[in-house]
């Protein structure tokens, strides 16, 4: 089992940046597939980005290419979400979450943390 907790998200204004933090308890943190994911008001959750368990490989949506960067530090149980050039559109709860390598699934999530992104 893997527990999760993020931390740094809060109110920023446009063009603006944040970078939100995901601690993880449990063992074998390093064979989890870390991902983001955010949910807006009245919208469906999506994935924002990802991260394998080495670093090596990640991955994004398209609407955040360029401006946010997804990383791990295994020693540490940690993986960072930098979100630079923020746009409203970005306002959302942002849920970190994690998954067996092995499988599709993310199963272990965290408890949200708001972004918000004025104009």
């Known amino acids: 089992q893997v527990q999760l907790v993020e931390s740094g998200g809060g109110l920023v204004q446009a063009g603006g940046s944040l970078r939100l933090s995901c601690a993880a308890s449990g063992r074998a943190f390093s064979n989890y597939v870390m991902g983001w994911f955010r949910q807006a008001r009245g919208k469906e959750r999506e994935i924002v980005a990802a991260?394998?368990?080495?670093?090596?490989?990640?991955y994004f949506i398209d609407s955040v290419k360029g401006r946010f960067t997804i990383s791990r530090d295994n020693a540490k149980n940690t993986v960072n979400l930098q979100m630079n050039s923020l746009k409203p559109e970005d306002t959302a709860v942002y849920y970190c979450a994690a998954r067996d390598g092995r499988l599709q699934l993310y199963d272990h999530w965290g408890q949200g943390t708001q972004v918000t992104v004025s104009s």
């Open positions: 991260i394998n368990w080495s670093g090596g490989s990640t």
